[in-house]
């Protein structure tokens, strides 16, 4: 049974996988025939971009794969031989169970390391070199996340120049503000990869009051390149779940709503167990099909897993605006496709 799940599993993966890439690709292929970066760097953002779409597709072809192996036991008569016999049923189709499992574990170790690498390095070079709308961008009024408990605040950020306009650089620790460097205006240093500072005060708030040093122009430790510091929305897939996590505290710092990384976190726990779920479905379905051609379980396939991403969308999106809370916006569509899978299977007495 095992061996029969794990050739169209294989197969499904791949198939699903390349579909979904090419359909992204047509939707960008606009931007990527004006785009004036190197054909290697269009590739390289193209090709980074599989291993997202392999692991969003796993359980589509854990499936199709479920499908095949159950109507394939059908079809060979082995399932009604099994019955005559007075086997237990399901001694051959726990071992499916056990197959989506292993698979949601090595999807979870995925999800946690090459994924998210793979996918933040392909939409950096989509933004700064396929398709960089920071050339033309300025930035009024902004915080930014200098790093290392750091912030900066500045009237205009111009990241084309490398230059911000009245910025103000703050340190915090335990206590609040340590140290900041309020300054006319700010360069960055292409070779000393810092940020220069120019007329303005430096501040230390000590335990004995506050000290100015005025200054003409300053090298400060600040070396967060202007690209790094654009900011571009980070999402929840260019992050492992630590780091989700981490970035969730870091917005509501900055004033935001974490709700949005809270449902991710959730999300990506509950996401691999999706390939359990969905093979459990797709047991009573299999069976209640029977003797349907592989074209049918093809479409069948797509059309639950449409279904439970639509489910899981529409989780998401609660989860995002409030109405739900993030744990459960994260495993609404597993709730809801596993009791259909649990009330099919003890009907039909599986």
């Not at 086997?87 to 090459?114: C, D, H, N, Y």
């Not at 340190?171 to 300054?183: H, N, P, R, W, Y």
Request: glycine share 8%; charged share 20%; proline share 5%.
């Amino acid at each position: 049974m095992v061996g029969r799940f794990l050739k169209p599993f294989v197969f499904g993966l791949g198939l699903f996988a390349v579909l979904i890439f090419l359909g992204d690709t047509f939707d960008k292929m606009n931007y990527i025939v004006k785009s004036k970066a190197p054909l290697g760097i269009i590739l390289e953002c193209l090709w980074l971009g599989v291993p997202y779409w392999a692991v969003r597709v796993i359980p589509m072809a854990t499936l199709l794969a479920t499908l095949t192996a159950m109507s394939g036991f059908v079809q060979s008569g082995e399932w009604l031989a099994t019955q005559a016999c007075g086997l237990e049923t399901k001694r051959f189709w726990m071992p499916l169970l056990g197959a989506s499992l292993v698979i949601a574990a090595l999807a979870f170790a995925a999800q946690e390391t090459i994924m998210p690498a793979a996918w933040a390095r392909s939409q950096r070079l989509w933004h700064e070199r396929v398709h960089p709308q920071w050339e033309w961008t300025k930035y009024p009024g902004i915080a930014l996340d200098a790093g290392e408990g750091r912030f900066v605040q500045t009237w205009l950020f111009i990241p084309l120049e490398g230059r911000m306009n009245r910025p103000t650089l703050e340190t915090l620790g335990d206590e609040g503000v340590t140290s900041q460097i309020d300054a006319k205006y700010a360069l960055w240093d292409a070779a000393q990869k810092r940020w220069v500072f120019h007329d303005g005060v430096e501040r230390d708030f000590g335990a004995q009051g506050v000290t100015e040093r005025r200054f003409k122009d300053l090298t400060s430790t600040f070396d967060v390149p202007p690209m790094d510091l654009i900011p571009r929305p980070v999402s929840p897939d260019e992050l492992t779940l630590r780091q989700v996590l981490s970035y969730s505290k870091r917005v509501g710092r900055f004033g935001g709503s974490p709700r949005e990384y809270l449902v991710a976190a959730w999300t990506k726990i509950a996401y691999p167990f999706a390939n359990l779920v969905i093979c459990a479905l797709g047991i009573p379905i299999a069976l209640r099909l029977r003797k349907s051609s592989r074209v049918v379980s093809f479409c069948g396939a797509l059309a639950i897993s449409f279904a439970y991403l639509w489910c899981m969308e529409v989780g998401r999106a609660m989860g995002v605006a409030g109405t739900l809370p993030a744990w459960a916006a994260a495993w609404s569509a597993n709730a809801l496709f596993g009791a259909t899978a649990f009330v099919l299977i003890e009907r039909w007495d599986l």
